[in-house]
């Protein structure tokens, strides 16, 4: 189900339709609901993001270039075009020429660049809108019938929280909420509905784009991480950069999201680590902080001050439970407990389905 907080693009979504389809599956409106209120992305988001983008020179953002910025402008422009809207070709037509007899000047105006034609864009997503016509609906409504019923329904947000709009290292970040609140928000459910909140963090910190990054690796340790765990973009392919786990970022997301526990992930990347650095505090101007502050120059200056403690230097990507785990790999998630606040209940030491375990479990 793809809830109303989210911008689509419905040349790339059918196209992974038809991949899932070649592949045996068959998508129904019976397992795929697209929310009427979502909006979507056109070719000019795309351009203007990629013009803007090249406009900052330095100050660029790292943005994938797929037009999610722009169209998140537009929403709260109130200009957006919705799924409801792509549907009904007559409220396409309407929109969609009011958007490019303003957006068309800006392009020529301010980027010199070359003006969106209005039937051709019409009649490609006209035909977009028909054909997804059948997955289209208040997916709320499905939502809160689940929960009536007492299913269950696991919510997923995009993107990290050091991404999210308010509490990301702002201006490096997406143009949504991230936050485990937002998922209230962008389904349509209310807060008191969310039974627990899990917190997803890696063994070890990564950032794709540009942007502030206190515990970045140097580039021989960071470019072993990276193909150990194959730390490229899903979207672009950009290679992330990669860092020792920050506690104080992880220590922060547990906070503002209400996190009742994490999930910790690749842990079996750090199976050739001797030794391997936890930053538990950072320092700034004199002073230690436990948390990461507001202020840019604190990005900018912000060292991180590290916890050492010993490798495993054994392959836990067979793993299956906490028994099967090397007594220092066992210290060291429980130093990531004891520093974030909150207990580690899932692990996963591989991308296989049968790597991720229970590493433990409370009872709720």
Known sequence: MIGNGVVIDPCILLSEIEQLQSLGHKITPENLAISNRAHVIFPYHRIWDKLKEESLGKFRLGTTGKGIGPCYVDKYDRCGIRMVDLINPEVLREKLQANLSYKNQILRKVFNAQEFKFQ????????YGQKLVPFVQDTALVLNRAMEERKNILFEGAQGVFLDIDFGTYPFVTSSSTLAGGACVGAGVGPAKIDRVIGVAKAYTTRVGEGPFPTQLPEGLMEKIRQRGNEFGATTGRPRRCGWFDACLVRYAVKINGVDYLAVTKLDVLDEMESIKICVKYRYRGDTYEYPLADFNFWEEAEPIYEEVPG??????????IEDLPPNAINYIRKIEHLVNVPVEILSVGSKREQTFYYKREER
């Open 312 to 321: 495993w230097m054994r392959d836990t990507s067979g793993a299956h439970s």
């Open 120 to 127: 051709d864009i019409y009649e490609e997503y006209r035909n």
